[in-house]
């Protein structure tokens, strides 16, 4: 089974709009991390967001907030405010384990996201 | 802070020779860094964790003697993909993870990435 599954290969959102990309994980380890990584047609991997699976609240930085459902076991990224700049390749990932543990990130198929005017 | 930076940030190279990578953590220690491969419009695939003085630890399918990694320092790793050949041709990331950003068991991102190389292989 897949462990991080991304089911938009590609979203399109209008230029001040939000928008709302999936990701379901599955695990059976209780502590784990889930981040959200943004890469432009440059290829760099920039790192938007992190939530980890003890946190009570729902991660937010700036116009990027994570929608964190444990018992669904999703954590949607949602933009706000989309911009031009925003167009780009988002993947979600997951750490299994805390940090200390030579736990890897396993990463989505990604999504692709284009913004328009 | 949390800068990794990789050179070349891309190369091409005839059949049959050996490429180098490197990847440096500019203002942090790492005793782990890891090397992933993206093929065009696919997702990374970790093909190694290297950790500083030990060898390195390779995912299922990947050939320890054609990617050779070496982590001989606390702030650089090397892949040296050896006897290239086209369907080699890929883009290379690494991510190193911080010392001390990693210690204590608490849990948040630790691991930060390289601007990543594009080897071609013709």
């Known amino acids: 089974a897949q462990k991080i599954t991304q089911t938009q290969p590609g979203m399109f959102v209008q230029e001040k709009e939000a928008v709302t990309l999936d990701c379901t994980y599955d695990?059976?380890?209780?502590?784990?991390?889930l981040f959200w990584y943004k890469q432009p047609s440059s290829g760099e991997m920039i790192f938007l967001i992190y939530q980890g699976s003890y946190d009570q609240q729902n991660a937010t930085e700036g116009r990027y907030s994570l929608n964190f459902q444990k018992a669904r076991k999703s954590a949607n990224l949602v933009i706000s405010a989309s911009q031009l700049g925003d167009s780009a390749m988002y993947f979600c990932?997951?750490?299994?384990?805390?940090?200390?543990?030579?736990?890897?990130?396993?990463f989505g198929t990604g999504t692709r996201l284009q913004v328009t005017l | 802070g949390a800068v990794v930076s990789q050179h070349p940030s891309w190369v091409i190279c005839k059949s049959g020779t050996s490429v180098k990578i490197e990847c440096r953590s500019l203002d942090f220690q790492a005793t782990t860094m890891f090397w992933y491969r993206q093929f065009p419009k696919q997702s990374l695939m970790l093909m190694a964790t290297s950790n500083e003085g030990s060898k390195a630890t390779y995912e299922q399918g990947v050939e320890k003697d054609k990617f050779l990694i070496n982590h001989a320092s606390l702030t650089l790793s090397t892949l040296t993909v050896t006897s290239a050949h086209p369907e080699d041709s890929s883009f290379y990331i690494c991510s190193a993870r911080d010392l001390w950003r990693s210690a204590g068991g608490s849990s948040y991102n630790e691991q930060f990435f390289g601007p990543g190389t594009r080897l071609t292989v013709l």
């Open positions: 990932a997951m750490r299994e384990g805390l940090t200390g543990t030579a736990s890897k990130l396993t």
């Open positions: 695990t059976s380890d209780p502590s784990y991390g």
